[in-house]
C-alpha cells in the first residue's frame, strides 16, 4: 500500500473515530511500528520503574507523615507555649501596675520623709542653740558653785578658829551668825531664764549670778 494512501486512510479514520475523542497521529512521524514482544518487554521495563519510584514515593511518604506528625505534636506544644505567654504576659501587667503604684506610694512617701527631714534639721538646729546656752549656763552655775564651797570652806575656817579661842569674863563669845543664801536656779523646765517678774522668783530672793553675802556680827567683849 503506498503511502499517501495509508495516511489517508489514518485521516479518515481519525474523522471516524474523533467523537470517542481519538486523535490522529503526527504527519510524518519517524515512528516505527514495534512488534508485540518488544512492546511487553518494554512495558515491563516501564513497570519495573515505575515500581521502584513507587516504592520510593512511598518511603517518601511514609517519612513525611513522620515529619507531619513531628510538626503537629511542635505545633500542640508552641499552642500550649503561647496560652501559657500569654498567662504571663497578664501577669507581668498585673506585676508591672503593681510596681508603678509601688513607685507612687514610695515617691509620696520619700517627699513626706524630706520635708520632715528639713523640719527636723530646722528643730535640730533650734535645740543646738538651746543647748549651746544651757552649755553656757552650766558653766555660770559651775562657778558659783565653787565660789559657794570657797565661802563654806572659809566659814568653816573662821567658826573652828573661833571655837578655838578661849572663853573671857566667864562666858564664850557667841559665834557669828551666818547666813548663806543658796542660789535658786536660772533656767527653768522649758530651758528659758525667768524675768524678773517671773513667778518662780520668790519676793526678796538674790538676783542670779551675785556672789552670797555674810550676815551676821561677832560679839565682841565687854559689848
Known amino acids: 500500500m503506498e503511502r ?44 519495573a520503574g515505575l515500581e521502584k519510584d513507587v516504592a520510593e514515593l512511598s518511603t517518601e511518604k511514609k517519612k513525611l507523615d513522620k515529619e507531619k506528625k513531628s510538626l503537629e505534636s511542635k505545633v500542640g506544644h508552641l499552642e500550649c507555649s503561647a496560652i501559657a505567654l500569654d498567662a504571663q504576659k497578664k501577669q507581668l501587667r498585673q506585676v508591672n501596675e503593681e510596681i508603678r503604684q509601688t513607685n507612687r506610694e ?18 535640730n538646729k533650734s535645740l ?48 557669828p551668825c551666818v547666813n548663806v543664801m543658796k542660789p535658786k536656779p536660772s533656767v527653768t523646765h522649758n530651758g528659758k531664764k525667768p524675768s524678773a517678774t517671773s513667778p518662780t522668783s520668790s519676793p526678796g530672793a538674790r538676783p542670779s549670778g551675785l556672789k552670797p553675802r555674810l550676815h551676821g556680827r561677832i560679839m ?4
Do not use: F, W
Not at 6 to 35: C, N, P, T, V, W
Not at 220 to 223: C, F, M, V, Y
Open 128 to 175: 543646738a542653740y538651746t543647748n549651746a546656752g544651757l552649755s553656757e549656763e552650766a558653766t555660770r552655775l559651775s562657778a558659783q558653785r565653787e565660789n559657794l564651797a570657797a565661802d563654806t570652806e572659809r566659814l568653816t575656817v573662821e567658826k573652828k578658829a573661833y571655837e578655838a579661842q578661849p572663853p573671857r569674863h566667864g562666858r564664850r563669845q557667841k559665834p
Open 220 to 223: 565682841k567683849s565687854g559689848s
Open 4 to 47: 499517501k494512501a495509508m495516511s489517508r486512510y489514518q485521516d479518515l479514520y481519525a474523522e471516524a473515530m474523533a467523537k470517542y475523542g481519538l486523535e490522529r497521529g503526527i504527519r510524518g512521524s519517524e515512528a516505527r511500528h514495534i512488534d508485540q514482544h518488544e512492546y511487553y518487554r518494554q512495558c515491563q521495563r516501564e513497570k
Open 106 to 123: 514610695l515617691y509620696s512617701e520619700n517627699t513626706r520623709l524630706t520635708e520632715a527631714n528639713s523640719s527636723l534639721a530646722a528643730e
